[in-house]
């Protein structure tokens, strides 16, 4: 998604009564998502910006310098710029030393639409500092604070993943598939099969030569009677199955 930010400056923000506090180091950590709390009246995004005006407006006659929140994002998908990424919010006792928080400018009974959702993610996943990156929680699962917000849906939605591209699983490892050795075979196989009974077995080591010999066979039969396998002196599936694992708990692979 291209993202649609509008700074202070083109909301109007008033200045901060007094600077902000910086990150510590390694911070922020995540984002906690706040709502309004109130259903913003009317429906046209010309609405916004006065929006976000009257939120900061609220916050700095009341106990705060500033806007509250370091980003907020309307229904209609648009991102405001609050106190921006570089210095603490104070939207949550207790998580603002840790999580940037983002206001979603609806309340109970205001639709979380797909606009607003492809905004946050776009916030969370790709905007914000790398820190923070993908990690989010609802208000009220900060540990301090006693609240409904950001209400159900929202949550709910956190806990889905976002809406996030799920995580590719890595690919299933191929087997590996061994030649059936006897006496006779020859080759980096075979060279492969000494080193490995080399590893397995305590006894005089038999040359690696490559070359599946007498002395090679009989190395296979004792390593099969003693992993209680068919006693053959062929390696066949079963015998480089055990030997593979094996030859692995002791770094030969």
Known sequence: MTAQIVTRAQWGARPPEQPGTPWAAGKPTGWTIHWEGADPAGGAHSQCAAGVRSIQAF???????DIAYNWLVCRHG??????????????????????????????????????AKAA????????????????????RDEPTCRTSCPGDEIVQWIKNGMGAPPIPKPPT????RHPTLRQGSRGPAVMELQRKLNA???ASPIAVDGM??????????????A???????????????????????????
């Open 227 to 253: 992993h209680a396998l068919a006693v053959d002196g062929i390696a066949g599936p079963a015998t480089w199955a055990v030997l593979d694992a094996e030859a692995a708990k002791r770094g030969v692979r």
């Open 59 to 65: 916050h700095q006659n009341g106990e705060y310098s």
């Open 173 to 176: 490892p191929v087997p590996v």
């Open 200 to 202: 397995t077995i305590q």
């Open 78 to 115: 648009w991102i405001y710029e609050g106190r921006g990424d570089q210095v603490q919010g104070a939207a949550q006792n207790g998580g603002n030393k840790e999580r940037l928080s983002v206001c979603y400018m609806g309340g109970p009974n205001t639709s979380f639409t797909p606009q």
């Open 212 to 225: 599946f010999g007498p002395a090679t066979e009989q190395r296979v039969r004792r390593f099969q009677q």
């Open 120 to 139: 946050l993610r776009t916030l969370i996943f790709e905007l914000g500092p790398r820190s923070a990156r993908g990690r989010a929680i609802g208000h």
